[in-house]
């Protein structure tokens, strides 16, 4: 068995989560995994190592099907390592637990998500656009009076 910390869509409850860890539950619900940074690609997150911050995600012990299923999803192969979306690296969460992780491979300009906390990321831009669809329906009003 192997252990996999997860950060972005597979987490529990997640899009991926219900395509390729379900139903595992997590070993670690609240981990953190130091050294690493999250960024933003759109409809998920990617990790690449920064000194001095830190992402949240869960850890999932997993068997070899499903490790070679995650592979799969994020592009990591064997046969051509250097052409993958992402490298899956060794590292150690802030509990001590040696876990193995998806890292994005490609220099980016993608937006820093600050919290490194892909969940409340997603929610502080569901409000973002729940607030945006308010002004444009206030403002559609306004028009509409005039």
């Not at 390729?20 to 690493?36: K, T, W």
């Not at 997993?62 to 799969?72: K, P, Q, Y």
């Not at 490298?87 to 637990?97: I, K, L, Y």
Request: charged share 30%; glycine share 8%; aromatic share 10%.
């Amino acid at each position: 068995m192997t252990k996999v910390f997860v950060y972005g869509t597979l987490l529990s409850g997640q899009r991926n989560y219900e395509h390729f860890l379900n139903p595992l539950q997590p070993i670690e619900s609240n981990a953190v995994l130091p050294g690493f940074a999250m960024y933003c690609l759109g409809g998920f997150p990617a990790i690449k190592p920064l000194e001095g911050s830190e992402i949240k995600g869960e850890v999932f012990e997993v068997d070899d099907e499903t490790l070679a299923r995650l592979d799969g999803l994020e592009g990591v192969t064997r046969k051509h390592p250097d052409n993958g979306f992402y490298n899956r690296v060794v590292a150690t969460t802030a509990s001590g637990v040696e876990v193995n992780v998806y890292t994005f491979r490609r220099a980016d300009e993608s937006p820093l998500i600050p919290s490194g906390d892909w969940r409340e990321f997603e929610r502080l831009r569901r409000i973002g656009w729940e607030k945006e669809a308010e002004k444009e329906e206030e403002t559609e009003e306004v028009l509409e009076k005039e």
